[in-house]
């Protein structure tokens, strides 16, 4: 028992210092990825807010960001609306080939993203949607749509479809049945959903350094670039600012999910 607890302990170090070796890094007086002596002596002077300031004083920055939040709430909003209404389609027991769809829909997460990557890049460049908002949007869209289809499935498991025919037989539009009838049952599966599809699009670069153009520069393209011309702190302190929002999202998700038990189980 003992043994599990220290592997558990030790398993969890070794994910979690790396994560944590940068917030004290990130108010780096001086412009170095190192631990200084004044910062291990813990001099006040050693340490700085510079670095963060530097993120809304600097015009690539601040691009990066709006592009960021643009492109991941546009994305979130259409892999929500694919993923929900696939995995409704898919929820179905008369649907035919459901296990072939599943996998094809689910294949951006099974695939290296490298391989994805140039496909979208050569069938982008002919349809003129390479280094487009529009071109990569929707490629973030994909790659959101499958963390939507699992979630909604998951949410969908056990759902009464005999609900759903009751309601289209006494005379209520689909429309109707769809927003009072089944998505107060899987609303935790899809908020949740969306929660993904948007940390996925936010933290996403492989896809960006493809397909994006100087207009589109997303935060991690701009610390990639930042990494090979220019390396300062600043690039710490917007990835400590990216751990805190992804520490949001996290705990977002996790009070969805049990709030989706308890309301299942009759507690709400």
Known sequence: MHGLRLTAWAVLAFLMVPILVIIPLSFNAEPYFTFTEGMLSLDADAYSLEWYAEIFNNEKWLLAIKNSF?????????????????????????????????AMLLSPMIVPLIITAAGMY???????????YLGVILAHAALGTPFVIITVNAALSGFDHSLMRASLGLGAPPIYTFFNVIMPLIRPGVISGALFAFVTSFDEVVVILFLAGPEQRTIPRQMFSGLREQI???????????????????????????????IRSGEI
């Open 70 to 102: 643009f492109i991941g709430l546009c994305a979130t909003i259409i892999a929500t609306a694919l993923g929900t209404f696939a995995a409704i389609g898919l929820s179905n027991p008369v649907m035919p080939f459901q296990r072939v769809i599943m």
């Open 122 to 132: 050569f069938f982008y460049t002919q349809l003129g949607l390479s280094g487009t």
């Open 232 to 262: 300062n702190p600043t690039i710490l302190a917007v990835a400590v600012l990216l751990v805190v929002i992804s520490g949001l999202m996290l705990l977002t998700i996790e009070y969805i999910r049990a709030r989706g038990e308890r």
